[in-house]
Structures are given as structure tokens and as C-alpha cells.
């Protein structure tokens, strides 16, 4: 038979173990609330994926550059055989206007 | 109730009801810590979203200064050509009165026609080159005649005074208060400022 004194103690353990739950039970939420804010932070300073969208964007301009450097140059030497061609011509056009009649003045 | 059944429902009780408290527990965790991970990811999503539109900015800049700096480089080759082709025009212009004389002599006749008209005076001076005076004499002599006007032709007495050009004619009034000036030098000057597109156009044969 349980004494009073049994039902007592029974009562206690009882009331200690829960208080011990309820430790755990914050110590969880406490973990997890740190926990958050660390991957909040992360997530706000971790810079590796922007590094990798700049270094990405670094290359895709230098390879835009290189591409209209080139169309550039066949630009210009299409540009300088025309010229060139068409010097005489061009050189032609002038001296006529210059000896030409019925100028306005 | 026995004491030994009181002890259990007391023991039970706590147990369940520290279970749940611990459950309670685990669960508003795993619910922050899946609220964080939304937020974290909304944020990264942001963050680069952002870095995105940055670099495709820069990416639009960049292309449009290479394109700009090319378009720049091709200006300065047309320009290149088009001021050698009035270097050029200037050179053989300079040979023109001593290498084709006749055709100098018609030249003179329009450069001189056009003054006249322009001038509109009885009399007038006419500055010339000093190797040009007998073939200005000799167009001069033959204006009247093919001139056609109703009016007869003016007066023009050559100045002693010999012109420093090229080739063409200044012709000015007696009292010097009208002019013209009707030069190689003068029309190529108007040419450059209003042919260059022109002569643009013809260099790069889209004519």
C-alpha cells in the first residue's frame, strides 16, 4: 500500500520530470530560433552565388566585347576597301564641283 | 482508488502531459525553422534578382560602348578618306591651269559669267593670276557675244594687281563695296563644308 508520504514523492518526481520537459522543450525552440537566424543571416551575406552570377556576367561581357571587336574589324576593312575603291571617284566629285557652272554663291 | 493506481495516474499524467510539451515543442521548430527557410530562400532569391538586373545593366553598357567605340573608330577612317579626297581634289586642281588650258579657259568663262551675273554692274575689276591675263583677256573679249542678254555686257578691266590662287577670278566693283570671289579656293572651302556628306556617301559606293 502507497503511503501519503509514496503519493508525495510521486507528486514531486512528477513535477520534476515536467519541469524537465519544459526545459528540453525551450532549449528546442531556443535552437531552433538560433538556427533560423543563422540561415537568415547566410542567406543575407552569403555572397557565392552573387560571385558566381558576376563571374558568369564577367565572361559573357568579355566574350561580347571579343565578338564586337571583331565584327568592328570586318567593319572597318570592309569600310577601307570601299574608301579605297572609291577614292578616285570621290576625289573626282569634288574637283567637278569645284569647276562646275551655276553654283549658288 | 488504491495508492499504487493513484501513483500511476499521477506518473501518467505528468508523462503525457510532458510529452506534449516537448511536442508542442519540436513542432513550433520544425515550423520556425521551416518559416526561416522561406524567408532565407525569398531572400537569396532577391539578392539575386537584384545582381541580375545589375550585371545585365552592366552587360548593356558594356556592349554599348565596344559598339560606340567601333562606330567611333569607322568615323575616323571615313573622315580618314574623305580629307584625303579633298587633299587629293586640291592637287589636281593646282595642276589644272597649266596642264589643260583649254578646259581652264571654259572654267574661267562660267567662274566669271557666274560673278557678273552675281554682281550685276556695268564695270568692274577683275583680279587674276598673272599667267591667267591673256587667257582672262581673250574670255573676257568673247562674253558678249555668247551671252545672249538682252543687256550689253560689262566693263571689266583687269587690276594690275596679280592674284595669289590657285586658279579663278575675284571680280569687284570700281569703288571695291561688292565683290566676288569665285577661286579654287573659295569653292573648295564650300565644297568641304557642304559636300562632305556627299563624298561620304560616294567612298562607300552607296551611290
Redesign the interface.
Known amino acids: 500500500m502507497s503511503s501519503i508520504k509514496d503519493l508525495l514523492q510521486e507528486e514531486k518526481d512528477a513535477e520534476v520530470n515536467l519541469k524537465t520537459a519544459e526545459q528540453q522543450a525551450e532549449s528546442t525552440l531556443r535552437d531552433a530560433k538560433v538556427r533560423a537566424a543563422e540561415l537568415i543571416r547566410k542567406a543575407q551575406s552569403d555572397d557565392a552565388l552573387v560571385k558566381e552570377l558576376t563571374q558568369r556576367n564577367k565572361e559573357k561581357i568579355t566574350a561580347l566585347q571579343a565578338s564586337i571587336a571583331s565584327e568592328c574589324q570586318a567593319r572597318a576593312a570592309d569600310t577601307e576597301t570601299r574608301c579605297k575603291k572609291n577614292l578616285k571617284a570621290a576625289v573626282l566629285l569634288v574637283v567637278n564641283d569645284v569647276l562646275g557652272g551655276n553654283n549658288e554663291r | 482508488m488504491?495508492?499504487?493506481a493513484?501513483?500511476q495516474e499521477?506518473?501518467k499524467?505528468?508523462?503525457e502531459?510532458?510529452?506534449l510539451?516537448?511536442t508542442?515543442?519540436?513542432s513550433?521548430?520544425?515550423q520556425?525553422?521551416a518559416?526561416?527557410?522561406v524567408?532565407?530562400?525569398r531572400?537569396?532569391e532577391t539578392?539575386?534578382e537584384a545582381?541580375?538586373r545589375r550585371?545585365e545593366q552592366?552587360?548593356r553598357s558594356?556592349?554599348a560602348k565596344?559598339?560606340m567605340?567601333?562606330t567611333r573608330?569607322?568615323l575616323v577612317?571615313?573622315s580618314r578618306?574623305?580629307d584625303?579626297?579633298?587633299a587629293?581634289?586640291e592637287s589636281?586642281?593646282r595642276g589644272?591651269p597649266a596642264s589643260d588650258q583649254a578646259?581652264y579657259g571654259n572654267?574661267l568663262r562660267?567662274f566669271i559669267?557666274?560673278a557678273v551675273e552675281?554682281l550685276g554692274s556695268s564695270t568692274l575689276v577683275a583680279l587674276v593670276r598673272a599667267p591667267d591675263k591673256k587667257l582672262v583677256e581673250t574670255v573676257l573679249r568673247s562674253l558678249g557675244g555668247d551671252s545672249g542678254a538682252s543687256s550689253p555686257p560689262p566693263k571689266v578691266s583687269i587690276s594690275g594687281e596679280p592674284l595669289e590662287s590657285m586658279g579663278g577670278i575675284v571680280l569687284l566693283t570700281p569703288d571695291e563695296r561688292s565683290y566676288?570671289v569665285?577661286t579654287?579656293e573659295s569653292?573648295?572651302l564650300?565644297?568641304r563644308e557642304e559636300?562632305r556628306a556627299?563624298?561620304t556617301e560616294?567612298?562607300?559606293?552607296r551611290e
Request: glycine residues 6%; contains cysteine.
Open positions: 488504491s495508492g499504487e493513484l501513483k499521477i506518473r499524467g505528468a508523462e502531459k510532458a510529452a510539451t516537448l508542442e515543442a519540436r513550433k521548430a520544425e520556425i525553422m518559416d526561416a527557410e524567408q532565407a530562400k531572400l537569396l539578392r539575386l545582381a541580375h550585371l552592366v552587360e558594356e556592349a565596344a559598339r567605340e567601333c573608330r569607322v577612317l571615313q578618306y574623305v584625303q579626297a579633298f587629293e581634289a589636281m586642281l589644272i578646259g572654267t562660267r559669267a557666274e552675281a566676288f569665285n579654287f569653292r573648295l564650300r565644297a559636300l556627299k563624298v560616294t567612298l562607300l559606293g
